[in-house]
Nanobody
Framework: VVQLVESGGGSVQAGGSLRLSCVAS????????ITWFRQAPGKEREGVAGILRDGSTLYTDSVKGQFTISQSDAKNTVYLQMNNLNPGDTGMYYC???????????????WGQGTQVTVSS
């Protein structure tokens, strides 16, 4: 069974940076796509950035140029580098795995527990 474990969240001031990590384990073949989602209080879960097995990436428009997704050489760890953070980036960040190229949360059957990111002004 594929398992995902996130880390790296925390509290930062506006303009700061954080790097989140998602370690994947328990698979024979690395999931086709691993994606970072975020969920702010009272809002729906939003796909932020995904990376495919071959290293290609996709981003939601609102984070292009601000967030960068990458993976380790072994492809079992996915990183999300977040720069110039603002209070609107506050939320619980989850990584998830799926078999199709999409940022729609409904298509993701495997989820981690999440890591909290809080950005203060």
């Amino acid at each position: 069974v594929v398992q995902l474990v996130e880390s790296g969240g925390g509290s930062v001031q506006a303009g700061g940076s954080l790097r989140l990590s998602c370690v994947a384990s328990g698979y024979t073949l690395r999931p086709y796509i691993i994606t970072w989602f975020r969920q702010a209080p009272g809002k729906e879960r939003e796909g932020v950035a995904g990376i495919l097995r071959d290293g290609s990436t996709l981003y939601t428009d609102s984070v292009k140029g601000q967030f960068t997704i990458s993976q380790s050489d072994a492809k079992n760890t996915v990183y999300l580098q977040m720069n110039n953070l603002n209070p609107g980036d506050t939320g619980m960040y989850y990584c998830a795995a799926a078999g199709i190229k999409t940022l729609s949360a409904k298509q993701y059957p495997i989820w981690g527990q999440g890591t909290q990111v809080t950005v203060s002004s």
